[in-house]
């Protein structure tokens, strides 16, 4: 009885730590006055008007969606191939590759953003948006590769044998057999290569010019000169995305766990 008490002060410990900042943002959001504050001193919903309704805060959304979805299909395509090759096949330098896929996870992302802005500014050939594309693709690169690589490693790899067996050329087993079988992990490295792009501050606070700005550099910008809960507000619509987008591939994929 005693260990179970433990265990349960230990998980609300745990969630408080994870929810309490969200769920004091999603309150002070709710706050009527031009100051943000908690406890909120009553309730109107303003603010979410406001920001709905700002032009720098449209603008640079259609970016950071344009942006993130770009970035989570360049990173299935390069990543996909890559999980499976790394999982099939052995060959001289495998080991290698894998860190070099991987290397992005375990470096800083302030390194990660300079190092990409002097190789920009060096080349100068792409556009401010198109090196935002590249940046946000390298970041978010190793999330697909483990995700489809998880689920990879969980396939047999009889289930392609016995489809060549049968007469199918290996690129047709792989697009009717081995493809539907890790859709959950594709659409995990999906989803999660999607959030991270959509909410990256450091490679787009090193690569955002004039005019092209993603939404948190934009939101990091305005919280510099306001504080007001609008911000909060527009934290509270964000989480809510997050939530239905996770919410929405589960129901319609019919899963109840994404790995």
């Known amino acids: 009885m005693a260990q179970n008490k433990l265990l349960m002060v230990a998980l609300f410990v ?20 031009s100051t943000l504050r908690f406890p909120p001193t009553g309730f109107t919903l303003n603010w979410f008007r406001k920001v709905m309704s700002m032009s720098m805060f449209q603008k640079s959304l259609v970016l950071s969606l344009r942006i993130a979805l770009l970035a989570s299909l ?17 060959f001289k330098g495998k080991r290698l590759i894998e ?12 390194v990660a953003g300079l190092a990409l802005l002097r190789f920009f500014v060096l080349v100068r050939v792409f556009s401010v948006e198109t090196t935002l594309l590249i940046g946000h693709t390298a970041i978010v690169l190793p999330y697909a590769v483990r995700s489809v690589l998880s689920s990879l490693v969980n396939l047999p790899i009889n289930v392609e044998e016995a489809a060549q067996s049968l007469g199918a050329h290996p690129l047709r087993s792989f697009f009717l057999v081995v493809l539907p079988n890790i859709k959950v992990g594709m659409i995990s490295a999906f989803i999660m290569t999607f959030i991270t792009s959509f909410n990256n501050v450091p490679i787009s606070l090193f690569l955002s010019g004039p ?49």
Do not use: C, D, H, W
């Open 14 to 33: 745990a969630l408080s730590i994870m929810l309490g900042p969200f769920l004091i943002i999603f309150f002070a959001s709710f706050e009527p006055s």
């Open 74 to 90: 360049l990173s299935l395509l390069f990543g996909v191939p890559a999980a499976y090759a790394i999982s099939r096949y052995t």
């Open 99 to 110: 860190v070099i896929v991987t290397s992005p996870l375990i470096i800083p992302g302030m």
């Open 211 to 259: 005019g092209v700005n993603t939404l948190p550099i934009v939101m990091m910008t305005y919280m510099e000169y306001y504080y007001n809960p609008s911000i909060a507000a527009l934290s509270t619509l964000l989480i809510g995305l997050t939530l239905a987008i996770v919410l929405v591939a589960q129901k319609l994929l019919g899963i109840s766990k994404l790995v």
